[in-house]
């Protein structure tokens, strides 16, 4: 069975500090996705990592992937109270038909403190 | 271009009550699939379906069933409702089964009393 792992499930952090998020799943899958979600809110997509050693930045997040470690990492870079939110990984389970689904990660519900 | 579209975006219902949620998925999108966030937690896959069948499903009872329409649009039976389906149901659209990812709607809040 297919298990997403994340740590740390909560972070309060002073604005202008770095951080990372992990991100362990238990089978092998080289599709690993991240998504934001605030308080109420839906999931907004932040990164599709596609292959091993997939490298993506946008803004002050960066996500990595390591299919062979089964490890992704969200990185944090000079955090703003904007952020503060809960940030989940999600591993594509395929299907014998062929089809993708999401297994979603517990969470990591980030607090920048200003 | 209209994202995905869910409806109604809250809802009470009381326990043993049956509930219908709906789903648009995005333009060029047949692929639909449903979830379960309950609260504080990450979000639980329900069923997926594509090409008007259910191609996957979750660890959920049969009290939840679903359908999806030639237009792809997709809806959302649960019967015999209980409090612990209190929840924000998420549904998510994708193209060809979702190798390039998900598109999740708004959401639909269900409480039920």
């Known amino acids: 069975e297919l298990k997403v792992e994340q740590n740390p499930l909560f972070l309060s952090m002073q604005e202008g500090k770095n951080y990372t998020i992990y991100c362990n799943y238990s089978t092998t899958s080289d599709r690993l996705y991240w998504y934001r979600q605030d308080p109420g809110k839906s999931l907004e997509s932040l990164f599709v990592l596609l292959s091993n050693g997939a490298v993506k930045q946008e803004g002050r997040l960066m996500a990595s992937l390591d299919t062979k470690a089964r490890l992704s990492t969200l990185h944090i870079t000079a955090a703003v109270h904007d952020l503060s939110a809960t940030y989940f990984c999600a591993v594509d389970g395929r299907a014998t038909s062929g089809t993708y689904k999401y297994i979603f990660g517990t969470g990591t519900r980030l607090k920048v403190l200003a | 271009d209209a994202g995905v579209t869910q409806s109604p975006t809250h809802l009470i219902k009381t326990r043993g009550q049956q509930v219908t949620l709906r789903c648009s998925p995005k333009?060029?999108?047949?692929?639909v699939s449903w979830y379960q966030q309950a609260l504080g937690q990450g979000p639980q896959f329900i069923f997926q379906y594509y090409e008007e069948e259910e191609r996957q499903r979750g660890n959920f009872p049969d009290r939840f069933s679903g359908h999806q329409f030639p237009n792809y649009s997709s809806e959302l039976n649960v019967n015999a409702l209980l409090l612990g389906d209190s929840a924000l149901y998420l549904c998510?659209?994708?193209?060809?089964?979702?190798?390039?990812?998900?598109?999740f709607g708004s959401g639909t809040r269900l409480t039920v009393v």
């Open positions: 333009s060029g999108h047949d692929t």
């Open positions: 998510a659209s994708s193209r060809t089964g979702g190798l390039y990812g998900y598109t």
